[in-house]
């Protein structure tokens, strides 16, 4: 799948943002997406979209969210398979006539509960209008945990990515946000940190500023 241009994503995302708060589903980007968008750079691209989802009473879960956007918006979504299991693409319209399913990738708390930063009650946000819309990402801050701690997890291409994408929005953290308060972190963070510091040592100013780690820095 090719990566999509800045204004394709935008409108992906826009129309995404729209179809969600037409069903009145909460929701907040993340993954690729969020860090092209929080943090423009021309050599950061995306083939996708992620993003969470709030389950309230009506016990709309990411699968059933599929559904509702197939059901709802069929010009604007179509069905992929993704591992035997089918997933909302956005139909981008191609200058060419052709249509490219972009993969949307949907998670939730409730499904997910071993991922407690899914709990959008406590996540960080920031409401950024893009196409024109109003556009729910995590904040940089969310953001920038969560990208540490997916470059210790991860290998290859997308570990150098995971780490590019730290440098660039760890610029965009404002200091003392809860998300980067290490010390109130399970260990992986911990680890994570130190990791990420042993490879690319000159991120360690930068990161010092914005993130409180005894352990790593010996601040608290």
Same mark, same amino acid.
């Given at each position: 799948?090719?990566?999509?241009?800045?204004?394709?994503?935008?409108?992906?995302?826009? *129309?995404?943002?729209?179809?969600? &708060?037409?069903?009145?589903?909460?929701?907040?980007?993340?993954?690729?997406?969020?860090?092209?968008? *929080?943090?423009?750079?021309?050599?950061?691209?995306?083939?996708?979209?992620?993003?969470? %989802?709030?389950?309230?009473?009506?016990?709309? +879960?990411?699968?059933?969210?599929?559904?509702?956007?197939?059901?709802?918006?069929?010009? &604007?979504?179509?069905?992929?398979?993704?591992?035997?299991?089918?997933? /909302?693409?956005?139909?981008?319209?191609?200058?060419?006539?052709?249509?490219?399913?972009?993969?949307?990738?949907?998670? &939730?708390?409730?499904?997910?509960?071993?991922? /407690?930063?899914?709990?959008? &009650?406590?996540? *960080?946000?920031?409401?950024? +209008?893009?196409?024109?819309?109003?556009?729910?990402?995590?904040? /940089?801050?969310?953001? +920038?945990?969560?990208?540490?701690?997916? =470059?210790? =997890?991860?290998?290859?291409?997308?570990?150098?990515?995971?780490?590019?994408?730290? *440098?660039?929005?760890?610029?965009?953290?404002?200091?003392?946000?809860?998300?980067?308060?290490?010390?109130?972190?399970?260990?992986?963070?911990?680890?994570?940190?130190?990791? %990420?510091?042993?490879?690319?040592?000159?991120?360690?100013?930068?990161?010092?500023?914005?993130?409180?780690?005894?352990?790593?820095?010996?601040?608290?």
């Amino acid at each position: 799948m090719p990566a999509l241009l800045p204004a394709q994503l935008e409108l992906t995302v826009a *129309t995404i943002a729209r179809s969600l &708060d037409s069903l009145q589903i909460d929701y907040a980007l993340m993954g690729g997406a969020a860090a092209c968008l *929080t943090a423009p750079d021309p050599s950061r691209q995306t083939q996708d979209v992620d993003l969470v %989802i709030h389950v309230d009473e009506r016990a709309i +879960t990411a699968d059933l969210l599929t559904q509702r956007l197939l059901n709802s918006f069929p010009s &604007d979504f179509g069905p992929v398979s993704q591992f035997g299991h089918i997933i /909302p693409g956005y139909k981008l319209h191609l200058p060419e006539g052709d249509i490219q399913l972009v993969d949307v990738e949907v998670f &939730d708390f409730r499904s997910w509960s071993h991922r /407690p930063q899914y709990n959008l &009650d406590k996540a *960080t946000r920031v409401t950024k +209008t893009i196409n024109g819309y109003p556009v729910k990402i995590f904040s /940089p801050e969310w953001l +920038t945990r969560e990208k540490i701690l997916s =470059q210790y =997890q991860r290998r290859g291409v997308k570990h150098a990515s995971d780490i590019e994408d730290v *440098t660039r929005l760890m610029r965009y953290c404002v200091p003392n946000k809860p998300e980067l308060n290490f010390n109130d972190q399970d260990q992986e963070f911990q680890l994570a940190l130190s990791s %990420i510091l042993e490879e690319r040592p000159r991120l360690r100013s930068g990161l010092r500023r914005v993130i409180k780690c005894s352990k790593v820095f010996g601040n608290w």
